[in-house]
């Protein structure tokens, strides 16, 4: 079955780094675009970023570009989320999430894993 | 601002039908970019609950069921239940900003 299993949150000061990675298993990740995306304690969902399934596609949010980079390695079947310059508003669950062929859902989730960006 | 718009709060009794709309612009649902709808169960993660606007995945009861007209869609649980209660949100793709846009939730209570 399809899983995807973040890691890599925690607590950050503001300007730190942090880098995430999403495992994905039970299906075949080089062929799936590959997205995060979070959600600020007791707010909605966040598309944050998205990449294609060789990598070729790269696309950011608006609030996020220029600080954080989107990677895969498809022989490792992992998808990264690089976060630097962090801020106290990228405080969120951040779930990675798998784009079927052929359609823009996204129809496998994460668990999610907690960024918290607080002195 | 989310690019979607949906009310921000619905409830209904046990056994009740309840229809949650979802508003979009040119740029998502005119260009050929369905809605897709997810279930957030309180603690977990969102869940695809119905995709290209009215069709269901595997597992999904038939009691969810998706509607369009014109620049809206429309999810309806029939049948309420207590464990539907949690906050559904409506997602299409935007061609302006190149990614993916979400509603901005509708929390369900299952009086």
């Known amino acids: 079955q399809v899983q995807l299993v973040e890691s890599g949150g925690g607590l950050v000061t503001p300007g730190g780094s942090l880098r995430l990675s999403c495992e994905a298993s039970?299906?075949?990740?080089?062929?799936?675009?590959m997205t995060w995306i979070r959600q600020a304690p007791g707010k909605g969902l966040e598309w944050v970023s998205a990449?294609?399934?060789?990598?070729?596609?790269?696309s950011y949010a608006d609030s996020v570009k220029g600080r954080f980079t989107i990677s895969r390695d498809n022989a490792r079947n992992s998808l990264f989320l690089q976060m630097n310059s962090l801020r106290a508003e990228d405080t969120a669950v951040y779930y990675c999430?798998?784009?079927?062929?052929?359609?823009?859902?996204?129809?496998?989730w994460g668990q999610g894993t907690l960024v918290t960006v607080s002195s | 601002q989310p690019v979607l718009t949906q009310p921000p709060s619905m409830s209904g009794a046990p056994g009740q039908r309840v229809t949650i709309s979802c508003t979009g612009s040119?740029?998502?649902?005119?260009?050929?970019?369905?809605i897709h709808w997810y279930q957030q169960l309180p603690g977990t993660a969102p869940k695809l609950l119905i995709y290209?606007?009215?069709d269901r995945p595997s597992g999904v009861p038939d009691r969810f069921s998706g509607s369009r007209s014109g620049t809206s869609a429309s999810l309806a649980i029939s049948g309420l239940q207590a464990e539907d209660e949690g906050t559904y949100y409506c997602?299409?793709?935007?061609?302006?900003?190149?990614?993916?846009?979400f509603g901005g939730g509708t929390k369900l209570t299952v009086l």
């Open positions: 040119g740029s998502n649902f005119g260009t050929g970019y369905d």
């Open positions: 999430a798998r784009r079927p062929i052929y359609n823009w859902n996204l129809d496998y």
């Open positions: 990449i294609g399934s060789s990598g070729s596609y790269i």
């Open positions: 039970g299906f075949t990740f080089s062929d799936h675009y």
């Open positions: 997602q299409s793709y935007d061609s302006s900003l190149s990614g993916w846009v």
């Open positions: 290209d606007y009215t």
